[in-house]
């Protein structure tokens, strides 16, 4: 038998429209009557019509998040570990979540995103690994659609999102590799188009010059994030006559990547070759050796996104955050406040040691 707001009300001995009003979370009713409420629709088994609470408040109560990966299935622990904190902070806030994968910069990319939009399949969308010139940020201010970014881009409008600091990150784990004496030092980068490879990069470029080393463009190596790729970009830098004595990648995957093919060569990691990363996925932490890295709090990251996404659809004020920049807020721009750029962190393991001649 199916429970109805008129039986709860009934057992409670309140009227249906409190019982509605408390489920549904008004403030106007008192905590204790909203709690005694809630536990009784929990002891009857009831259900709410999902179906008309979302024509009534006119909401999916749903967030989208479509992964930019080749193929059905992503092997990439940063996505997964993304995925997590999404996922479980939307439940908190009783939000369902959409997720699918498209190919990046495809039209069947951008066919789910108008679907999304159009259709009114959810209330707001996350957009990870963001691009120079990104299409679905643009598609999305345009349409007024509700969204937080992880990543910033270049097209010049204000938006709201949370970054990493790559720039200063790579400069991190480049300075730690040159003060260990590394003088040749390689750099696994990611696809042009992302716009933390242009400021990963920038970092590289500038921590070299600061050290009075020269950038190499036989030591750049692009790649595409996956561990195969860093595999094969590590294959192209250890032939080279002289090879480098460290390795910087632009994730973590590569990194390990690297490791395996030096490995393959019979190169000791940490000693007659050292590695670097970026992320902090769990798998750099029980690599062999461990990996020196650049941290991020991808799950917090996660959870933080997708609160600020939260919060703009039911229109409360941003959460706590810092302020990324310092220019003057001007009509029409996204408050600075909802523009965090998160400090990162150096961690050093084993996969990093001073060059074999520096004995």
Known sequence: MTVTLKDIAKQVGLSVTTVSRALAGYDDVAEGTRQRVRAAA?????????????????????????????????????????????????????????????????????????RIVHGRRADGVLVVRTRQNDERIRFLSEQ??????????????????????????????????????????GFVSAPAGLMFCQLRLAGYRD??????????????????????????????????????????????????????AAQNLGLIIGQDLSVGGFDDIPLAEHAHPPLTTVRQPIYEIGQRITRMLVQLIQGQPAPETRQDTRRSRKAGEVAAETQVILTPQLIIRGSSGPPPDSG
């Open 42 to 114: 929990k002891e009857m088994g009831y259900y709410p019509n999902i179906t008309a609470r979302h024509l009534q408040k006119q909401r999916t109560d749903t967030l989208a998040f479509v992964i930019p990966t080749h193929g059905p299935r992503f092997s990439d622990p940063f996505f997964s570990e993304l995925l997590a904190g999404i996922g479980n902070e939307a439940g908190r806030h009783h939000f369902d979540l959409l997720v699918s994968t498209q190919p990046p910069d495809s039209e069947d990319e951008r066919e789910t995103y108008r």
């Open 144 to 185: 007024g659609f509700p969204f937080v970014a992880f990543g910033r881009s270049d097209l010049g409008s204000s938006f709201p999102y949370v970054d990493e600091d790559s720039y200063t990150g790579t400069r991190l784990i480049t300075q730690h590799m040159a003060d260990l004496g590394h003088r040749r030092i």
């Open 207 to 260: 921590t070299l010059q600061a050290n009075g080393l020269e950038p190499d463009r036989a030591l750049i190596i692009g790649g595409d994030l996956t561990q195969r790729g860093g595999f094969e970009a590590a294959q192209t830098l250890l032939a080279l006559d002289p090879r480098p004595t460290a390795i910087i990648a632009c994730n973590d995957l590569m990194a390990l990547g690297a490791m395996s």
